[in-house]
């Protein structure tokens, strides 16, 4: 299909974006490659962080004073926000956390280190980040639960005959990405839901990589828990959202203590406080927090369908210029099950080396390693790959300078006789 504006968004938007446009690398324009471990921020959320130090900032749910009132206001309406964004039916079951990371291991230390006894099943994949692996082991260790992983198709997608197998009475959780953050697969989880909850298990989706990109509608989905970061969405770093259902978060124990999550506390114990202070311990990152509402507008006001469109025009641009090219592997399913992003590998070019030289020499900017899934890599027989992962600012063009700059460092790395020139 030929690619055409239809497709995609305006350029404009990209004036939205200091750094995409004011930054040169090599010289040339920076071409922003690395979305999947932290998007850019648009003036609207940088104002909007500046003009709450400027006018509104203090703690929150603290003080009785002016600004204090007024911080709390706009920390409880980003929440209020996020549950509309998210089709959540309270915003007290949205949870301030620190990212992904910091949700899930909410889940895995409350809900898990009460719920779970030995001999219980934790279902997970093959596919995740080690932020839905180790926190289920650590778990699994402390319970006496058995952690098991769904496998893969030979073109990375989740093998839901083998999923359907290891599903049993047994399980009692199912963590799993929406969309994978190296092989860009997009799970089906509304199936996955549905399944696990024939058996009784409850399902934790770890959304980091899709709510950035794709609309989301928890209770649609039906899911238990959901979690995600707001540096992946336009937001800031520093702060995250855990989902959960309200008769779950209510049932499970606090996670840290401290000040803000009791309702009274004695010498000899404590009271917790109702949902959400109960999860949230301590001063929250308060402005970050805040700042969500800013990305959230700006996601809503581009639409998140039409977002979906753009990355994925870029994505069959890309993924058709990368088959191309000899010796390069791409990891992961076709395009028409791939969200936004392509991790490839070569033979015999390190991929740190390999995004060293496209940096230095091209100003492309992707990821190179293991993006946090070890398991993954060592599955597929390499150490690491390449990531190019696109957002709403990224262009076609973009896309010509990453394959023209992946041809010639190729070049570069070829063995003696078929060299163009040596890396500098
Ligand atoms: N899960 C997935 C699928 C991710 O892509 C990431 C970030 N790379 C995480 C979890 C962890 O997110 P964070 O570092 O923001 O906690």
Known sequence: MPLTNKHLLPESLRSDFPIITNDLV?????????????????????????????????N?????????ERSTELYEQAREKIAVFLGAAHA???????????????VARSWGETNLRPGDEILTTVMEHHSNLVPWQQ???????ILRHVPLTDDGRLDMSAFQKLLSERTKLVAVASV??????????????TQAHAVGALVLVDAAQSVPHLATDVVKLDADFLAFSGHKMLGPSGVGVLYGKEQLLDAMPPFLGGGSMINEVRLDGFTPAELPAKFEAGTPPIVPAIAMSAAVDYLQSVGLAAIHRHEMALTQLAYDALSQIEGLRILGPAPEHRAGLISF???????????????????????AGHHCTQPLHKLLGISASTRASFYLYNRPEEIDRLVEGIRIVQAMFAPQGRRRTRPQ
């Open 345 to 367: 590998a070569f033979e015999r070019i390190h991929a740190h080396e390999f995004a060293q030289v496209l940096n230095d020499q091209f100003g492309v900017a992707v990821r």
């Open 26 to 58: 090599a010289g040339r324009p920076l071409v922003f490659l690395d979305n999947a471990a932290s998007t850019q921020r648009p003036r609207q959320v940088i104002e909007l962080i500046t003009r709450v130090y400027e006018h509104d900032y203090a």
């Open 92 to 106: 007290r079951e949205i949870i301030f956390t620190q990212g992904t990371t910091g949700s899930i291991n909410l």
């Open 60 to 68: 929150v749910h603290r003080g009785i004073h002016t600004l204090s």
């Open 139 to 145: 778990v699994a260790t402390k319970t006496g639960a």
């Open 180 to 193: 994978s953050n190296t092989l860009g697969t997009i799970n089906p989880v509304a199936e996955i839901i």
